[in-house]
T-cell receptor, first 113, second 107 residues
Framework: DTEVTQTPKHLVMGMTNKKSLKCEQH?????MYWYKQKAKKPPELMFV???????INESVPSRFSPECPNSSLLNLHLHALQPEDSALYLC????????????FGPGTRLTVT | KNEVEQSPQNLTAQEGEFITINCSYS?????LHWLQQHPGGGIVSLFM?????KKHGRLIATINIQEKHSSLHITASHPRDSAVYIC?????????WGAGTKLIIKP
């Protein structure tokens, strides 16, 4: 299984809502990533988990809260988002953080109203 | 100046043409990646290379470490190759991304 799955595919939320994005992989990868991608731009790294510990937080606002319950799962909890947070959120995984090929999920298209 | 530069930004070609996309970088790297993104989102890793040349089907990727330059070639291009192709480098345990090249192959 070389797949990274993400749910939901699309999400529309108001600025006062709380929602979560989910990511799962069963490749035995020990590094997992969250990226944010705006239209016509490359992905921007948000968070990196290595061996279930947060190793990189790219100065992301606290309204985004990552969680890695186990080596296969990665969540991104969303609260009090702003319209400018609307974007494609991509999850990826790799065998080891930073040096290996990354496998990407299909992304969650988030719209904040 | 960006640490990873791609050219061209946009490329339109006819079906069957030989395609070349270039990538130059200015940082020390442990590997260079070529990725493909179709409209609608999902990113697929095409190649990861640290030296020489790799081939997969109609795709060929080369890297020249001394010149800090890589190329992605597509032979016998097809409309289904239309996508954004992104060069990224692994540096200091992170990926540094190029801006991408939008490729359109017309039938």
């Amino acid at each position: 299984d070389t797949e990274v799955t993400q749910t939901p595919k699309h999400l529309v939320m108001g600025m006062t809502n709380k929602k979560s994005l989910k990511c799962e992989q069963h490749m035995g990868h020990r590094a997992m990533y969250w990226y944010k991608q705006k239209a016509k731009k490359p992905p921007e790294l948000m968070f990196v988990y290595s061996y279930e510990k947060l190793s990189i937080n790219e100065s992301v606002p606290s309204r985004f809260s990552p969680e890695c319950p186990n080596s296969s799962l990665l969540n991104l909890h969303l609260h009090a988002l702003q319209p400018e947070d609307s974007a494609l959120y991509l999850c990826a995984s790799s065998l080891v953080a930073g040096i290996d090929e990354q496998y990407f999920g299909p992304g969650t298209r988030l719209t904040v109203t | 100046k960006n640490e990873v530069e791609q050219s061209p930004q946009n490329l339109t070609a006819q079906e069957g043409e030989f395609i070349t996309i270039n990538c130059s970088y200015s940082v020390g790297i442990s590997a260079l990646h070529w990725l493909q993104q179709h409209p609608g989102g999902g990113i697929v890793s095409l190649f990861m290379l640290s030296s020489g040349k790799k081939k997969h089907g109609r795709l060929i990727a080369t890297i020249n470490i001394q010149e800090k330059h890589s190329s992605l070639h597509i032979t016998a291009s097809h409309p289904r190759d239309s996508a954004v192709y992104i060069c990224a480098v692994s540096s200091n345990y992170q990926l540094i991304w190029g801006a991408g090249t939008k490729l359109i192959i017309k039938p």
